[in-house]
């Protein structure tokens, strides 16, 4: 664990110890935290100058089933970066069906809207406060499917058989 980062540090003296854990894996660190406090470290990480993360990189979802470790089964990955500090940062939320509500950080990031509503098409996650939920990438089809998920067939769920066959005659 790298207690050692910089920014580590100022989230300990800001919110405490107990309120996240710090992993550390090839160069990259990983601050996990509860989701109840989500918006105020991204806000304290965005406008702190000893912080400066003016970037979010991507909203990442992960479908943690069949991994061998208990744990929650969704987690959501913030990548954050520090152009000005030259510095990386991931902020980890886990969560566990059926609240798979998280607040949305478009009002700090405008980078967040697009990526979260990726997120909530791909997994199921709901953005609170995101202040334009439609279809990003997917048809009316998959009404309540999200492809990433683990127990979305790698076949898929007969979305061929829901369309039209155009042949010669019909066309």
Known sequence: MNQDHPTVQRLQEKFGEQHFTVE???DMVTVTAPKS???DIMQFLHDQPECDYAQLTDVIGIDYQGY???SPRFGIVYPLLSL???QRLYIKILLEEPDLTVPSLSGIYASAEWAEREAAEMFGFVFE???DPR???LCDLFDGEHPLRKEYPLRGKGEREKFEKITRENA
């Open 68 to 70: 061998p470790k208990p």
């Open 37 to 39: 406090i989500l918006l």
């Open 129 to 131: 406060g995101h202040p």
């Open 24 to 26: 550390e894996f090839a």
């Open 135 to 137: 279809r990003l990438l």
């Open 84 to 86: 000005k500090h030259n």
